[in-house]
T-cell receptor, first 112, second 111 residues
Framework: DTAVSQTPKYLVTQMGNDKSIKCEQN?????MYWYKQDSKKFLKIMFS???????INETVPNRFSPKSPDKAHLNLHINSLELGDSAVYFC???????????FGPGTRLTVT | RKEVEQDPGPFNVPEGATVAFNCTYS??????FFWYRQDCRKEPKLLMS???SGNEDGRFTAQLNRASQYISLLIRDSKLSDSATYLC????????????FGDGTTLTVKP
C-alpha cells in the first residue's frame, strides 16, 4: 500500500495555465507538507499543515495556494504558471511537527 | 549563513571504503535530527534518526554533537548501492516548528 501518494506524476503545461497537484497519505499523520526541488536539486519547504491548519508558509508567490480538505489530503493549486515553476514538487507527511517525514513520489512539473 | 550546511561533495569512493559526512546547524534550539537518502529522480527516504547517544544501523552510524552543533553519518564497507545524495534534516519541535533540509552530499561508490 502506498503511504503517501501524489497525482499526477508528470505534468506538462503552458505558461499562464492553472494546475493542481493532489496528495493523500494513509499513515494517519497529523502534519503534511509541500516541498519544491528545483533543477539544482535543492529541497525547499513551501507549506506545512498541521491538523488541517496552515503552520508554515515560506516565501512563496501567492499564485500557490494549498488546500487541506481533511488531515489525509493536502492539495496544491498553482495559478498563472511561469517557466520558473518548473520543478519537482514533493508532498510529505509526519506524525507531528518535527517528526520524521515520509515523502510521496513527486510530481514533475514542466512549464513551457 | 545557512541554517543547515553540508559539504556538497561529490564524494567518490571505492567499494569497501569508509566514508563520513558532516552536517552543521545554526539553531541551538534544534531538537530532532535525521539523515535521508535520495536516489536520482526519486523521493527522499528516511535513512535513520540521530539520537543524542549516537546510533547504529548495520553499516551506518549516526552521531550528534550538540556542543559543536553538528551531526555526522558514517558508512562502513561502502556498497555500489550506497551511491545517492544524503540529506541531513534538523527540526525544531514547537507548535510552529519546522524541519530544515540541508542541500545534500553526493556519494558515488565505484567498483
Amino acid at each position: 500500500d502506498t503511504a503517501v501518494s501524489q497525482t499526477p506524476k508528470y505534468l506538462v503545461t503552458q505558461m499562464g495555465n492553472d494546475k493542481s497537484i493532489k496528495c493523500e497519505q494513509n499513515l494517519g499523520h497529523d502534519t503534511m507538507y509541500w516541498y519544491k526541488q528545483d533543477s539544482k536539486k535543492f529541497l525547499k519547504i513551501m507549506f506545512s499543515y498541521n491538523n488541517k491548519e496552515l503552520i508554515i508558509n515560506e516565501t512563496v508567490p501567492n499564485r500557490f495556494s494549498p488546500k487541506s480538505p481533511d488531515k489525509a489530503h493536502l492539495n496544491l493549486h498553482i495559478n498563472s504558471l511561469e517557466l520558473g515553476d518548473s520543478a519537482v514538487y514533493f508532498c510529505a507527511s509526519s506524525q507531528d511537527l518535527g517528526s520524521e517525514q515520509y515523502f510521496g513520489p513527486g510530481t514533475r512539473l514542466t512549464v513551457t | 549563513r545557512k541554517e543547515v550546511e553540508q559539504d556538497p561533495g561529490p564524494f567518490n569512493v571505492p567499494e569497501g571504503a569508509t566514508v563520513a559526512f558532516n552536517c552543521t546547524y545554526s539553531n541551538s534550539a534544534s531538537q530532532s535530527f535525521f539523515w535521508y537518502r535520495q536516489d536520482c529522480r526519486k523521493e527522499p527516504k528516511l535513512l535513520m534518526s540521530v539520537y543524542s547517544s549516537g546510533n547504529e544501523d548495520g553499516r551506518f552510524t549516526a552521531q550528534l554533537n550538540r556542543a559543536s552543533q553538528y551531526i555526522s553519518l558514517l558508512i562502513r564497507d561502502s556498497k555500489l548501492s550506497d551511491s545517492a545524495t544524503y540529506l541531513c534534516v534538523v527540526s525544531v519541535n514547537t507548535n510552529a516548528g519546522k524541519s530544515t533540509f540541508g542541500d545534500g552530499t553526493t556519494l558515488t561508490v565505484k567498483p
